[in-house]
C-alpha cells in the first residue's frame, strides 16, 4: 500500500487548519454585524467598492454586510465565491434583503417578481450553513430543496452544481422518470437533496434507513404552489418526519401569509421579506403587455399568423393541456411555419423535458408551446414573446406565466387572447393591487391567415391525428367546465361547433360532462370514453407517471377500421336539440335499436313490461307455466301395497336378468384381454427366435406356427448382475453343438468324476 508523500499530509492538514479558521472567522464576522430582527437591508447605505472587507485593520471589529451590493463583500466562504465568480458579481434585490437575515439562520418567508434572482437567495444559504458545520457524508441529510416541478428541480440543481463546484458537499436530485433503485444506493449519502414531494415521500416510505433527523435547513422553492390543495397531503406527511428545530426558506413570487400554512412549516419568527410590495406594478417594469379579444374559433388562425410574422424571435406559447399541446406541435410541425417548434407538457419523459428545455435555451429563434408545467421558475435567457392562446386560470397564474420573459434587467413582451366570454379576466388583470399595466388592443383581421382548413388536410393526410384533435377539443372544453372562476369560464357560452371547425374536425365530437341547455338528463356522450380523462397541466404539477413511450406505426388494416369506426361515430355525433324543438315520445319504446355503437352500453329500462312464459301439451292446447310440475288428483287416495309388491317383484327379476347379462359380459371381456396378453407373449417369444436363426430359414414360418421357446433362466444373487451373467455362461445349448461333440464332453465329465 502507498503512502501519501510528507508534501501531500502536510498541504492537507494546512487545508484542513486553514477552513477551520475561515469558518470560526465567518461565525464571528455574522455574529458580530448581523443586522437586526424586523429590518431591511435595503434601507442601510451600501458600503464603498473600496471599503475593507471583514476584519477591520487592527483588529477592532469586522465590516458591515447589512446592505452591501457585491457577493464577495458578504461574509461567504472562498470556495462559494469562486463558484460565483464564473457568472454573478453584482447582487440583485431580494439577495440584498434577505441574504443577511438567512445566513444568521432565521427563518425566510420572501416574495419577489418573477427573474429577479430568487434561486442563489437559497442555494447561497444552504451551500454556507453546511460547510460552516463541516458537514460530510457520514452525517446524512443536511438540506432539503422541494420544487414543486420535475423542470424546476433540475433547473435548481444545475444551479446548485455551478455555485458549489469547490465544495466537497455532496447533493442529489430526487425526481419522477428515474431509476428508484440507483437512487435508494446513493441516498443516504447525500448531504443536499433537491426534490419533488412525490418522489421524497416514495423514498421516506420505500427506502431502508433513510433519514432526515438531522436536518438542519428546508427550503420551500415556488411556496405558495407547494402547501396548496394539490400538494397537502405529501407536505404534510413529509413535514412529519422532519425535526420541528430547524431553519426554514420559503421563496415564491405571489407569498402566502396564510397562519395555516406558515404554522404547517413551523416557522420561527419568520422574516417577511417582499421587495416589491411598494412597487407600482405586480410584474417586471421592463415587460410590456398586451391583450386582444380574439373568438375562440379564430385563436389558432391568430397563433399562426403570429408565429409567421415574428420567425425570428423566440416565442413562449401557453395553452391549457397536454393535448392540445401535442396537437398544435404536430400540425403546425407538417405546416412548417418557417422557425423551429418545440413543445413542453407533464405528459413527456423526464429525459425529454430536460433535452428540450436545454434546447430550447440555446436557441436564438423558437417557438416552445407547453403548458403551465414550464409557467413557475424556469428561466429560458432571451425569451422576446410569451403568448397565452388560452386565458389563465387566476391572477397569479398570468403573473407567473408573463415572468417567462423580462428576466433580471432583461426585456420582453408578452400578448393574451381572450374570447369574448372572457373579458371579465381582463377587468380583474387591471383592477388588481399592486397594478398590472396590461393594455387591450384590436386585432387586424386584414393580416390574418386563415389556417383552419389546412388543418383539415393535414387531418385527412394523416388520419391518426384526429383523434388528437378530438381528444384536444375534449379536455380543452373540460378543464373550462371545472375552472372555479365561473365568471370568466362558461363552457354553454362558447361555440363549439366553430371552434371543432376551427381544429379540422368534420363533425363536433361530442361531450359526455357536458350537460346542454342547462337541462337535466339532456346529456351528450363522448366518442371515446377516455377522452373524458383529465390531462389538465394547468395547475403546474408534476406527474411521475411516464406515458411517453414510443408507440409502434398502426398497420394499413388496423388504421382503415379506424377509419370506419370515426366514420360511425361521426353518424351518431348529432347535437342535442333544443327543449323546444324536442318532443318527447307518448308511449314506451320496448324494441332494441337496430345498430348499437361499440362504445355505448344498453341501460336496463325500469319501465318496460316483463316476458311471459307460455306452455303447450301434446294437443297443443296452452298451459300454465307450471301445469308441467304440478300434482294432478286423480281422487285416488288409497294406497294399493299388492300393485306396490308386484311392481317390486317385477323390478326384482328384471335385476337378476341383467346381472346375468353382466356377468357373461365381464366374463367375455376378462377372456378377450387374456387372449391379448397371451398374443402379445407369443409375439415376442417369435421376435427372439428370428433373432437367433437366419432370415431365410425363418421367412417362409408364420408367427402362430412357431413353437414357444422357453424363456432364458435368469440368476439373482444379492442383486449383483454379474453373478447371473456368470450364470448365463455355464447353461449350454444343446441344439449349436453336434452329437459326437456331446459324447465326448459326457465321456470327460465321467471321467472327471472317477479320478
Not at 235 to 242: K, P, Q, T
Not at 420 to 432: F, N, V
Not at 458 to 476: E, G, N, S
Request: charged share 30%.
Amino acid at each position: 500500500m502507498r503512502h501519501p508523500k510528507p508534501r501531500q499530509v502536510s498541504s492537507r492538514k494546512q487545508r484542513r487548519l486553514n477552513e477551520t479558521e475561515e469558518i470560526k472567522l465567518l461565525d464571528e464576522w455574522i455574529r458580530a454585524m448581523k443586522p437586526s430582527s424586523g429590518t431591511s437591508p435595503l434601507a442601510v447605505p451600501p458600503p464603498t467598492p473600496s471599503a475593507p472587507v471583514g476584519r477591520l485593520p487592527g483588529g477592532e471589529g469586522f465590516s458591515p454586510y447589512s446592505g452591501c451590493k457585491l457577493f464577495w463583500q458578504l461574509p461567504l466562504s472562498q470556495k462559494t465565491k469562486d463558484g460565483l465568480k464564473a457568472k454573478y458579481k453584482e447582487m440583485s434585490d431580494i439577495q440584498r434583503a434577505s441574504l443577511p437575515h438567512s445566513l444568521c439562520g432565521r427563518d425566510i418567508l420572501g416574495a419577489a417578481k418573477t427573474g429577479s434572482g430568487k434561486t442563489l437567495a437559497f442555494i447561497i444559504p444552504v451551500i454556507e450553513k453546511l460547510y460552516r458545520l463541516r458537514w460530510g457524508p457520514e452525517d446524512g441529510v443536511g438540506a432539503l430543496i422541494l420544487s414543486p416541478t420535475k423542470d424546476l428541480a433540475v433547473q435548481l440543481f444545475e444551479e446548485l452544481k455551478r455555485v458549489g463546484k469547490y465544495h466537497t458537499l455532496s447533493a442529489g436530485l430526487l425526481v419522477g422518470g428515474r431509476d428508484v433503485k440507483s437512487e435508494k444506493e446513493r441516498v443516504n449519502s447525500l448531504n443536499i437533496i433537491i426534490c419533488t414531494p412525490g418522489r421524497l415521500l416514495q423514498h421516506m416510505n420505500e427506502t431502508h434507513n433513510f433519514d432526515c433527523s438531522q436536518l438542519q435547513i428546508l427550503v420551500l422553492d415556488e411556496a405558495d404552489r407547494i402547501l396548496d390543495h394539490g400538494f397537502r397531503a405529501e407536505v404534510d406527511a413529509i413535514l412529519g418526519e422532519l425535526p420541528r428545530v430547524r431553519q426554514t426558506l420559503l421563496f415564491s413570487a405571489t407569498q402566502t401569509k396564510s397562519v395555516k400554512d406558515l404554522a404547517r412549516v413551523s416557522l420561527s419568527n419568520p422574516e417577511y421579506i417582499s421587495v416589491h410590495a411598494e412597487a407600482v406594478t405586480a410584474t417586471p417594469e421592463r415587460l410590456k403587455q398586451l391583450a386582444m379579444v380574439v373568438p375562440l374559433d379564430q385563436k389558432l388562425d391568430m397563433l399562426w399568423s403570429f408565429i409567421r410574422k415574428h420567425i425570428k424571435s423566440k416565442i413562449l406559447v401557453f395553452l391549457t393541456t397536454c393535448k392540445q399541446v401535442k396537437f398544435v406541435f404536430e400540425t403546425f410541425s407538417k405546416l412548417r411555419p418557417g422557425v423551429p417548434l418545440k413543445h413542453l407538457h407533464g405528459g413527456m419523459s423526464q429525459t425529454r423535458r430536460i433535452l428540450t428545455c436545454m434546447m430550447f435555451a440555446e436557441a436564438q429563434a423558437s417557438v416552445l408551446f407547453c403548458t403551465d408545467v414550464a409557467s413557475r421558475g424556469l428561466d429560458f435567457p432571451s425569451v422576446d414573446w410569451v403568448v397565452q392562446v388560452d386565458c389563465p386560470e387566476d391572477i397569479e397564474t398570468y403573473i407567473h406565466r408573463v415572468g417567462r420573459t423580462a428576466r433580471f434587467t432583461n426585456e420582453g413582451r408578452s400578448i393574451l387572447f381572450l374570447s369574448p366570454s372572457e373579458m371579465k379576466m381582463l377587468e380583474k388583470l387591471q383592477g388588481t393591487e399592486p397594478k398590472i399595466p396590461i393594455k387591450s388592443i384590436k386585432p387586424n383581421i386584414d393580416k390574418l391567415e386563415q389556417v383552419s382548413h389546412r388543418l383539415a388536410s393535414v387531418l385527412v393526410q394523416y388520419p391518426d391525428m384526429q383523434h388528437t384533435a378530438k381528444r384536444a377539443f375534449v379536455t380543452y372544453l373540460k378543464s373550462i367546465k371545472t375552472k372555479k372562476d365561473k365568471e370568466v369560464f362558461d363552457v354553454t357560452k362558447l361555440p363549439l361547433e366553430d371552434y371543432a371547425k376551427s381544429l379540422g374536425l368534420p363533425v363536433t365530437p361530442k361531450l359526455r360532462f357536458l350537460n346542454q341547455n342547462g337541462k337535466k338528463g339532456l346529456f351528450s356522450v363522448s366518442v371515446d370514453d377516455d377522452m373524458g380523462e383529465d390531462d389538465n397541466d394547468h395547475d403546474g404539477s408534476d406527474r411521475e407517471s411516464e406515458d411517453d413511450v414510443l408507440v409502434a406505426k398502426e398497420s394499413d388494416s388496423t388504421k382503415i377500421k379506424q377509419k370506419i369506426n370515426l366514420l360511425e361515430d361521426f353518424e351518431d355525433d348529432i347535437l342535442v336539440p333544443k327543449e323546444s324543438e324536442r318532443k318527447l315520445p307518448e308511449k314506451i319504446d320496448t324494441e332494441l335499436p337496430t345498430r348499437i355503437t361499440t362504445k355505448k352500453k344498453l341501460k336496463i329500462n325500469p319501465l318496460r313490461p316483463a316476458g311471459t312464459r307460455v306452455k303447450f301439451d301434446d294437443d297443443l292446447n296452452v298451459l300454465p307455466p307450471f301445469a308441467t310440475i304440478a300434482e294432478i288428483d286423480t281422487g285416488e287416495t288409497v294406497l294399493d301395497r299388492s300393485k306396490v309388491a308386484e311392481r317390486y317383484m317385477k323390478l326384482r327379476e328384471e335385476m337378476k336378468e341383467q346381472d346375468k347379462e353382466d356377468k357373461i359380459l365381464q366374463r367375455q371381456m376378462r377372456r378377450e384381454k387374456r387372449k391379448k396378453q397371451k398374443m402379445k407373449l407369443k409375439k415376442w417369444r417369435g421376435d427372439g427366435e428370428d433373432a437367433v436363426g437366419s432370415d431365410e430359414d425363418q421367412s417362409d414360418v408364420d408367427d402362430t406356427e412357431k413353437p414357444a421357446s422357453k424363456r432364458s433362466k435368469i440368476y439373482f444373487n444379492n442383486g449383483s448382475d454379474d453373478e447371473g451373467e456368470k450364470a448365463k455362461k455355464n447353461v449350454l445349448d444343446a441344439d449349436r453343438i453336434s452329437l459326437a461333440e456331446q459324447e465326448a464332453l459326457a465321456l470327460k465329465l465321467l471321467s472327471s468324476m472317477h479320478s
